[in-house]
């Protein structure tokens, strides 16, 4: 096993989500889902590699879509629905960080969402480090986040293990020379990483 091990939040260290927000908020509010889609399709993809401040373009939406509190209320609404933890990862994580692994989160999230999953949910205290996609202006869909990724590590790709639930994210670490695993089940994680 490598001495760095690089996971997908969402999906992996988070619990994976039956529906994506969107749904659950058109649900919920009784929005149309094709009216809240635009958003996810633009600005929140600019907000996620840094290009905008999702606070500063999400109150136009937010009007449209019938929403009745400030903006960070509806962050803290959106972000409660998506931050339950894996706890059988997280003791994972925990007993390879006391054998020495270095372990670092790897996700597509912008700002607030970075912030709220490091401090709110206090993932901070539980890994060595987190890449963000907002911090590093790509996302994991882009090679160059993995490149980015092995710089500031300062280590060679090779020396990386990537865990991720979508397959396409793993395909892309493996063209960059990072050993990319698809995250399907906490046993076959864990048989893998107590090797």
């Given amino acids: 096993m490598s001495k760095i091990l690089l996971l997908d939040a969402d999906g992996v260290v988070i619990r994976p989500r039956n529906k994506y927000f969107s749904e659950t908020y058109s649900q919920d509010y009784g929005v149309p889902f094709e009216e809240i889609l635009p958003f996810f399709k633009g600005d929140y993809k600019r907000a996620a590699i840094g290009e905008v401040d999702i606070k500063e373009v999400l109150l136009p939406y937010l009007t449209k879509w019938g929403w009745k509190g400030t903006v960070d209320e509806f962050l803290k609404y959106w972000f409660e629905n998506e931050r339950d933890t894996d706890e059988k990862v997280l003791g994972l994580v925990t007993n390879l960080r006391q054998r020495g692994v270095k372990i670092y989160l790897a996700s597509d999230n912008e700002a607030n969402r970075a912030k709220y999953l490091m401090e709110d949910v206090g993932l901070k205290d539980k890994f060595d480090g987190a890449f963000f996609s907002s911090d590093l ?11 980015l990724v092995s710089e500031k590590l300062q280590v060679a790709p090779q020396e990386i293990d990537y865990w991720d639930d979508d397959k396409k994210n793993v395909d892309i670490a493996n063209g960059t020379g990072v050993n990319g695993h698809s995250y399907t089940n906490f046993e076959e994680f864990q048989l893998e990483n107590n090797k």
């Fill in 137 to 147: 202006g790509v996302t994991k869909s882009d090679p160059q986040f993995f490149k």
